[in-house]
């Protein structure tokens, strides 16, 4: 596989359950971002890790915890969320911490709705 | 407030005709400003770029003109092809804040 993969594609979830987005880049890039994108909305930054170290967190309510285990690998752990959380997460990887020119490569998504 | 803007929700071109995409930011900071292209249940990808020092870059159909005094950019692809329809998302950035700033996205559709 090459790119960014990010599992499950779709995700249905009660607001008292506890579920984890995935995302795995295999392209050897050092930093990996969640992005938020809501219907009609521009994306939304909530994370930045570069080299595993969290760099930027955009005022993400604490419902939402990150986690990045090794450069590769990005988990977004989700819990207590609300309806208005319903929306399409996108992981991205770029090969450093979004320096100028940097380019992001994204995944295909994964579409949450809370219930 | 919201720093980059894609006014125009949508857009529908006939094939083989010029498309015209457009974005205005706010912040005169920006100085290197991307366009990315997103089909149904895929994730953006990259289309092209440009930086503050140019006001034309040009990538085969594509090009993006950059008028800073306007604070605008618009994006050109012509011919228009079906597989041009897709949501195409400004994005714009400044030197050491380290994150892309995107608009909402304008949905093109090429009608045969």
Redesign the interface.
């Known amino acids: 596989e090459t790119g960014?993969t990010?599992t499950p594609?779709h995700l249905v979830m009660g607001m008292t359950n506890k579920k984890s987005l995935k995302c795995e880049q295999h392209l050897g890039h050092n930093a990996m971002y969640w992005y938020k994108q809501s219907a009609?909305?521009?994306?939304e930054?909530m994370f930045?890790y570069s080299l595993e170290e969290r760099?930027?967190n955009n005022s993400v309510p604490s419902r939402f915890s990150p986690e990045c285990p090794n450069s590769s690998h990005l988990f977004l752990h989700l819990h207590t969320l609300q309806p208005e959380d319903s929306a399409l997460y996108?992981c991205?990887s770029s090969q450093e911490?979004?320096?100028?020119?940097e380019?992001?490569?994204?995944?295909?998504?994964t579409q949450l709705s809370v219930l | 407030d919201q720093q980059v803007k894609q006014n125009s929700p949508s857009l529908s071109v006939q094939e083989g005709r010029i498309s015209i995409l457009n974005c205005d930011y706010t912040n005169s900071m920006f100085d290197y400003f991307l366009w990315y292209k997103k089909y149904p249940a895929e994730g953006p990808t990259f289309l092209i770029s440009i930086s503050s020092i140019k006001d034309k870059n040009e990538d085969g159909r594509f090009t993006v003109f950059l008028n800073k005094s306007a604070k605008h950019l618009s994006l050109h692809i012509v011919p228009s092809q079906p597989g041009d329809s897709a949501v195409y998302f400004c994005a714009a950035s400044a030197e050491g804040a380290q994150k892309l700033v995107f608009g909402q996205g304008t949905r093109l559709t090429i009608n045969p």
């Open positions: 960014v990010q594609r009609k909305k521009p994306l930054l930045v760099v930027e996108l991205a911490t979004l320096q100028q020119y380019k992001l490569f994204f995944g295909s998504g």
